[in-house]
């Protein structure tokens, strides 16, 4: 179960980095990049559960 959270996670991260390097409004960039550092965060804390 865990793994497949992470899988998910990743891949919404990896979505949301290729919008970021297509986007060029500035504020769309600074939303993206707060999303992309909260789902790093996300995805290091679930790495640091126990199973």
Do not use: G
Not at 11 to 39: D, F, G, N, P
């Amino acid at each position: 179960m865990k793994n497949i959270l992470l899988n998910s996670l990743e891949s919404l991260l990896s979505v949301k980095r290729q919008r970021l390097s297509l986007t060029r409004s500035m504020r769309s960039r600074i939303v993206l990049k707060r999303e992309i550092h909260h789902l790093q965060h996300e995805i290091e804390e679930l790495r640091a559960k126990p199973l």
